[in-house]
C-alpha cells in the first residue's frame, strides 16, 4: 500500500480489521471489538474532500503507521509498513471534530465510542503521541493557548476544586488497582520484576534514604495522597510527620488508617494547602503534589519550604516533568487533572534557587512511571465490571486512554519523572557517596 493512498475494505461489522493471526486481537473486548450495532448506522459514504482532509492531516504529522477506517468502510493508510493499528472513524461528525481540535476531539471520542482503537492499545498511542509532536499547532492562536494553559489560577479555592475533580470521585475506585498503600505515584523496581507492591515499597524506602531519616525527626509532607509515605516514615524510621492534603477522601482514608496501625500519635494529618505550613521541621517532602502546584505559585512554596525547615534540613520534590517548558494536553487538563503542569527540570529549580538552596542530587525515574502504569492497567482492565458498575462504559473508557496514553507518553519520552534532594547551602552535614540509597536495611 503507498504512503497516503486510500483504499476500499469490505463494508460490515469486521470492516478494516486487522486478521487475529496480525496478534491485534489481545486486549480486552471493550477496547477492540467495534461496537457498529450499539449506535445508527451511517449510510452515506465518505465524501472525496473528507479523505483528503484526512490524508492532509495525517501527512503533517508525519504520516504515523496507523490505518484509519472511515464509517463507509473506506481506509487511509499512510506508510508501507504493516499499520501497528487500526483507528475505527464511525461517523463524519467524529472526522469533521478530530479535524478541527484533534487532541481534545480524540479523547472526547474514544470516551464515547465514536473513535476506536483496534491493536495493540500502548503501542498505538506511541505512534500517535509520536505523530501529534509533528502536528500543526494552530498558530499564534495555539501558542496563546498552551500559554494561557500554563498560567491558569492556583489559587487555595481552585486547587480544592482541581483535587476534588480527580482525587474525590472515591477511594473505592482507586482501591481497586492501586497497591496495599494506595501509592498513586511512581514506583521504584529495583529489578524490572518485581511486583507492584515490592516497587512501590521500594519507593518509600528510596524516599527516605535519600532524606536520611533519623529516629525523632520531624518531617512536614505536602501533599500526601492516602497517607502511606507518612505512616511509613513514622513506622519504619521513627520519625514525626505532619501531612497536608486539600484531599477531604484522602485525609479521612489516611486518619483511619493511622489509627488502625496504632500511629494517630505520631502522624497528624492535616487536611488543607500547603501554603498554610506552619512549624520547623528536619525534613520537607513532596511526592506527586508539584504538578498542582502551578508556575505562578513556585516562589510562594519556596517561602513555604525556606520558612519551614531548620538550619540542617533536607527536602525532595518528587514530580512528573518534562524536558522542555509544555503543558498537558488540553484533553489530559479538561478531563482529567485540571489545571495540572508538569514542570522542566529548569521550572522545578524555581522553587530552589531564589532561597539559595544546594541541589544534592537529581533522579530521573522515567521508565520506572512507565512500567508502574503498566502494572495500574492491567489491574485496571481486570476490574473493568466493578468500575462500569460503579460510574459506567464511556468512565471506564476514558480511564482505560488515560492509563495507557500515560504509558505512552513515559516510553516515549514526552514525560519525565524527576526526584530533587536538597538542603540549605550552608549545611556541610551531606552524604559523601550515594551509597546510603542502595542498602538493604532501614537506616537508624
Same mark, same amino acid.
Given at each position: ?14 470492516? &478494516? ?30 465524501? /472525496? ?24 468502510? %473506506? ?31 480524540? &479523547? ?42 500554563? #498560567? ?14 480527580? *482525587?474525590?470521585?472515591?477511594? !473505592?475506585?482507586?482501591?481497586? #488497582? ?8 511512581? $514506583? ?5 520484576? =518485581?511486583?507492584?507492591? $515490592?516497587?512501590?515499597? &521500594? ?22 495522597? #492516602? ?5 511509613? =516514615?513514622?513506622? %519504619?524510621?521513627?520519625?514525626?510527620? %505532619? ?10 482514608? /489516611? ?23 506552619? &512549624?520547623?521541621?528536619? !525534613? ?46 488540553? #484533553?489530559?487538563? /479538561? ?5 495540572? *503542569? ?5 521550572? =522545578? ?20 512511571? /512507565? ?18 458498575? =460503579? ?54
Amino acid at each position: 500500500m503507498n504512503r497516503g493512498s486510500i483504499d476500499s475494505v469490505p463494508s460490515g461489522p469486521d470492516s &478494516g480489521r486487522f486478521p487475529a493471526d496480525q496478534g491485534f486481537d489481545n486486549l480486552p473486548p471493550s477496547s477492540t471489538k467495534p461496537r457498529f450495532l450499539d449506535r445508527p448506522v451511517v449510510r452515506r459514504a465518505s465524501t /472525496a474532500l473528507e479523505r483528503r482532509l484526512l490524508q492532509w492531516f495525517l501527512s503533517a504529522c508525519g504520516n504515523p503507521e496507523i490505518q484509519v477506517v472511515l464509517w463507509d468502510g %473506506r481506509a487511509l493508510a499512510c506508510s508501507r509498513e504493516l499499520p501497528v493499528g487500526n483507528i475505527l472513524i464511525h461517523d463524519p461528525v467524529t472526522l469533521r471534530r478530530l479535524l478541527a481540535d484533534t487532541e481534545i476531539a480524540f &479523547g472526547d471520542a474514544f470516551t464515547d465510542g465514536t473513535l476506536e482503537i483496534q491493536g495493540p492499545l500502548v503501542e498505538v498511542l506511541m505512534e500517535i503521541c509520536r505523530a501529534l509532536r509533528n502536528a500543526p499547532m494552530g498558530g499564534l492562536f495555539g501558542r496563546i493557548l498552551n500559554v494561557a494553559r500554563r #498560567w491558569r489560577s492556583h489559587s487555595v479555592a481552585a486547587s480544592r476544586k482541581n483535587i476534588h475533580h480527580h *482525587y474525590d470521585i472515591g477511594n !473505592a475506585f482507586y482501591e481497586m #488497582w492501586l497497591d496495599e498503600r494506595m501509592q498513586y505515584t511512581c $514506583a521504584y523496581f529495583a529489578e524490572p520484576g =518485581m511486583t507492584l507492591e $515490592a516497587a512501590q515499597l &521500594g519507593k518509600l524506602d528510596h524516599v527516605c534514604r535519600k532524606l536520611q531519616l533519623k529516629p525523632g525527626e520531624t518531617v512536614v509532607e505536602a501533599g500526601c495522597g #492516602w497517607g502511606g509515605l507518612a505512616l511509613h =516514615m513514622a513506622e %519504619r524510621y521513627g520519625v514525626s510527620v %505532619r501531612a497536608f492534603n486539600l484531599s477531604h477522601e484522602q485525609v479521612a482514608y /489516611a486518619r483511619k488508617r493511622a489509627d488502625a496501625v496504632g500511629l494517630s500519635r505520631r502522624v497528624e494529618f492535616v487536611e488543607d494547602d500547603y501554603r498554610n505550613v506552619s &512549624g520547623k521541621y528536619d !525534613a520537607f517532602v513532596s511526592v506527586g503534589m508539584l504538578e498542582h502546584v502551578g508556575l505562578e505559585n513556585y516562589p510562594e512554596l519556596g517561602r513555604v519550604i525556606d520558612r519551614s525547615l531548620t538550619p540542617s534540613g533536607r527536602g525532595l520534590i518528587h514530580s512528573i516533568g518534562r524536558n522542555a517548558p509544555q503543558p498537558f494536553d488540553p #484533553w489530559t487538563d /479538561a478531563r482529567i487533572f485540571p489545571g495540572a *503542569y508538569a514542570p522542566s527540570l529548569r521550572e =522545578m529549580l524555581t522553587v530552589l534557587e531564589p532561597f539559595r538552596f544546594s541541589v544534592l542530587d537529581v533522579e530521573n525515574l522515567r521508565l520506572h512511571y /512507565a512500567r508502574t502504569l503498566e502494572h495500574w492497567l492491567e489491574r485496571f482492565e481486570r476490574s473493568t465490571d466493578k468500575v462500569a458498575h =460503579m460510574f459506567d462504559e464511556s468512565f471506564v473508557r476514558m480511564w482505560r486512554l488515560y492509563l495507557a496514553a500515560s504509558i505512552a507518553t513515559f516510553k516515549i519520552g514526552g514525560l519525565q519523572l524527576f526526584q530533587v534532594v536538597f538542603t540549605r547551602e550552608s549545611n556541610n552535614h551531606v552524604p559523601w557517596t550515594r551509597s546510603h540509597l542502595y542498602r538493604d536495611e532501614v537506616l537508624s
